[in-house]
């Protein structure tokens, strides 16, 4: 319990919560109404883990209590046999916290996914994904933003880019960061033939205000642009879409929303951030490798997980072998299976 306790930090937590706590009572913060809710809700999401490990330790203290009395007493042995199958019950609830052991494993991501080879079929199956990852993003009571978003020409997408905010966001989504492959009787093919598509997940870390990467406005290319595809009121009317290239690297980041300019450009300059972050990673070390993974092409071969619908039903993750025959459930965000996987597999 004490080496669960300093992988969770509990105590910086909790340092954490105090801090939040005096910043929270103080009537210039509400000011800013959208930080005074991110800081309220990163406070209680804290509380509430703290608590459920003080509680554990409670009940393993009085377990332990109970089991120095029992003796030979058959009666206390058997409450005890039945607490101790509760604590371990308990226990596989809690354990999964101690796999965030990550420098961002906490914090919120972007999650972007590109259409690979597979023509149409393949942007068919990227807007699969991304409905996947929201409906998944959904479950977790997390917040799901669209960024950017770019239209197949038949169907489909050709990408898109989603931002997740809630606590270890990262932590859970890095494990789909990869290549899917898909294997299904196409819908856009009059002869119904079995066709396999590929499509590529990208996750990053939203990095916090404190990250060392500074961006010089001489260091980028700016442009505004319509947004594309459907939205609202002021999709296709305004330029508000905004573009960023970082010309010493040649790194692109874009981001469409029915928001300002200036919100769009805010958080193209975070993701913009954390893919230069990752960058400087890569130089040096191979850190990068358990944050962003491999970078890969969307075709055979690559894949991490395939989703085969036809000629029978089967999910398996290649990189753990966990597999799953419920792929509607799968395609509906029911991911918890293949993330525990993966992320165990990564401790062990």
């Not at 554990?56 to 206390?76: H, K, P, V, W, Y």
């Not at 197949?152 to 966001?169: D, F, M, P, Q, W």
Request: hydrophobic letters at 40%.
């Amino acid at each position: 319990m004490q080496e669960a306790a300093l992988i969770l930090d509990l105590t910086g937590k909790q340092a954490r919560v105090d801090e939040l706590e005096k910043l929270l009572a103080e009537p210039e913060l509400w000011q800013n109404p959208v930080q005074a809710g991110q800081l309220g809700k990163e406070h209680e999401e804290l509380k509430s883990e703290i608590a459920l490990w003080r509680v554990f330790e409670q009940d393993i203290s009085s377990t332990l209590a109970m089991a120095r009395e029992a003796g030979n007493d058959s009666g206390l042995q058997a409450d005890l046999a039945k607490h101790a199958d509760e604590l371990e019950q308990k226990f596989a609830k809690l354990e999964f916290a101690l796999l965030f052991a990550g420098e961002y494993d906490s914090s919120n991501c972007f999650l972007s996914i590109h259409a690979g080879t597979g023509g149409v079929e393949a942007q068919d199956w990227a807007q699969m994904l991304e409905r996947m990852y929201l409906r998944y993003i959904e479950k977790q009571g997390w917040q799901a933003e669209v960024l950017e978003r770019t239209m197949g020409n038949e169907a489909g997408i050709k990408s898109v880019l989603i931002k997740a905010t809630g606590r270890y966001a990262y932590g859970n989504l890095k494990s789909e960061a990869g290549v899917h492959r898909l294997v299904r009787i196409s819908p856009f093919d009059a002869e119904a033939l079995r066709q396999t598509s590929f499509a590529l997940v990208e996750v990053l870390p939203e990095l916090p205000a404190s990250t060392d990467i500074d961006i010089k406005p001489e260091e980028i290319e700016v442009e505004f642009y319509r947004s594309s595809g459907p939205g609202g009121q002021n999709v296709n009317k305004v330029s508000s879409a905004v573009r960023l290239k970082h010309l010493a690297t040649g790194i692109v980041v874009a981001c469409q929303t029915e928001r300002s300019q200036s919100q769009n450009r805010e958080q193209c300059m975070a993701l913009l951030k954390a893919k230069l972050k990752m960058l400087q990673l890569a130089q040096q070390s191979e850190k990068n490798a358990t944050i962003r993974g491999e970078v890969q092409r969307a075709e055979w071969g690559k894949q991490i997980r395939s989703y085969v619908l036809q000629p029978y039903q089967l999910v398996k993750d290649h990189r753990t072998n966990y597999e799953t025959d419920d792929t509607s459930g799968v395609l509906d965000g029911e991911l918890d299976g293949f993330i525990a996987a993966y992320l165990k597999s990564q401790a062990s």
